[in-house]
């Protein structure tokens, strides 16, 4: 028999195996071991005896959502054995976490999917995207854009954090969709001396600093700059950072693996042929554990009224016609009312950061539009300057 039960810090060994059995993965070292981002999340094992036999983490976090930083779990660490499949386990556990999200206030989560058609069903929407760049480096990068000539400076990564933190919060305030990072993420999840699992043989993590900016990037002994965050306050500075990253002495490509959709490298180039985009795919999954509270929290661009009707047989509390008023004082209360707008709490959850257009789900016709027009006001409503991103692992 199964038993759903929390995992004690003691098993996060036992997790960490799990995890690397399902996801097909080695661990070279015993730093790789540590399992620091689990050992800070509520952790919810499927037991078969004393046997560990499914697993789900939950992080709590905090999520920049547009004008406010809401309570978040960032969920990781999920797994099932291959020998345990098919029997209810990974949905008995999802609903735990949900339960436990609920109860501790946060009323988002969000999670990076090996297999994006899984969550869906557990109430998750794909809300953002992310591109690959790389930067043929081997001969100088002409701008179009003038970067700010003011210095760049090389800091140490171990006093880095505080130099970095402020730019970083202004950056997550003016783009929705980041995590809040606290010095042990900075430490552990951006700044760590060795990063085996996404950049083996690159070097330790080098940081430049511009007054209104920073890159975060390594190298490796054949010529590739790793991009591992990039942040400018203005386009100039951006342009001032790329040029940075392009003109390092004995290398020839740059490599940004995980960037917004609507970054600007590739309309500063002077030849767009310099910055090719090599993929474009899904990024973080957003799941609405409290519709009323989470889109009561965000800010909103238009001020207009919906009635939304959601179906979420997951979290039972979302299901219903929810009356939606945007603008400078958002609100969101139960009603009889006849609806808009009828969709699921997956695609109420893609559309929430700005990043997928209620439209284009009604065209491919997952969300019905009950009043003409509505799906393009939700969108006016929900529409933000830059696109949703988030570069954290977890």
């Keep these: 028999m199964i038993e759903i039960r929390e995992i004690p810090e003691s098993d996060v060994g036992r997790m960490v195996d799990l995890a690397c059995l399902v996801f097909h993965v080695r661990i070279e070292s015993e730093q790789e071991r540590d399992g620091w981002r689990v050992r800070r999340a509520e952790r919810i094992g499927a037991y078969d ?6 697993q789900v983490a939950a992080i709590p976090m905090r999520l920049a959502v547009p004008g406010a930083f809401l309570d978040c779990s960032a969920v990781t660490y999920v797994g ?22 609920a109860a501790a206030g946060r009323p988002v989560a969000v999670l990076w999917a090996s297999q994006g ?9 794909l809300a953002t995207r992310a591109i690959t760049l790389e930067v043929d480096s081997s001969r100088p990068l002409e701008l179009r854009t003038v970067p700010d000539e003011r210095p760049l400076r090389l800091v140490d990564p171990d006093s880095a954090a505080e130099v970095l933190g402020p730019m970083h919060m202004r950056a997550l305030a003016a783009r ?19 990063d085996p699992e996404t950049a083996p043989g690159f070097t330790e993590p080098r940081v430049v600093v511009h007054p209104a900016g920073y890159a975060v990037y390594r190298t490796n002994e054949e010529g590739t700059v790793r991009v591992v965050d990039l942040v400018a306050e203005t386009p100039a500075v951006e342009a001032a950072l790329w040029r940075y990253l392009a003109s390092i002495d004995l290398t020839r490509r740059v490599q940004a693996t995980n960037r917004p959709v609507d970054e600007l490298l590739p309309h500063m180039a002077a030849d767009p042929d310099q910055v090719v985009i090599k993929n474009d795919a899904g990024a973080i999954w957003l799941r609405l554990i409290d519709v009323p509270g989470a889109l009561a929290a965000r800010s909103w661009a238009t001020a207009d009224t919906f009635v939304l009707e959601v179906r979420d047989d997951r979290v039972p509390a979302n299901e219903g016609r ?32 700005g990043g997928t257009r209620a439209a284009t789900l009604v065209r491919v016709g997952v969300v019905t539009e009950h009043t003409p027009g509505a799906a393009a006001r939700l969108d006016a409503a929900l529409a933000v300057p830059l696109a949703p991103y988030m570069n954290d692992d977890f």
């Design 49 to 54: 005896g004393e046997a560990l036999a499914g």
């Design 80 to 101: 099932v054995l291959p020998t345990h499949r098919r029997r209810g386990v990974l949905t008995s556990m999802m609903d735990r976490m949900h339960a436990y999200a």
């Design 117 to 125: 058609a899984i969550y869906g069903r557990y109430g998750y929407g």
């Design 176 to 194: 929705p969709g980041g995590l809040v990072r606290d010095d042990e993420w900075w430490r552990r999840g951006i700044l760590p001396a060795a």
């Design 322 to 353: 929810w009356r939606l008023a945007t603008g400078t004082a958002p609100a969101c209360d139960r009603t009889a009312g006849e609806p808009d707008l009828t969709l699921s709490a997956a695609d109420l959850a893609a559309v929430y950061l």
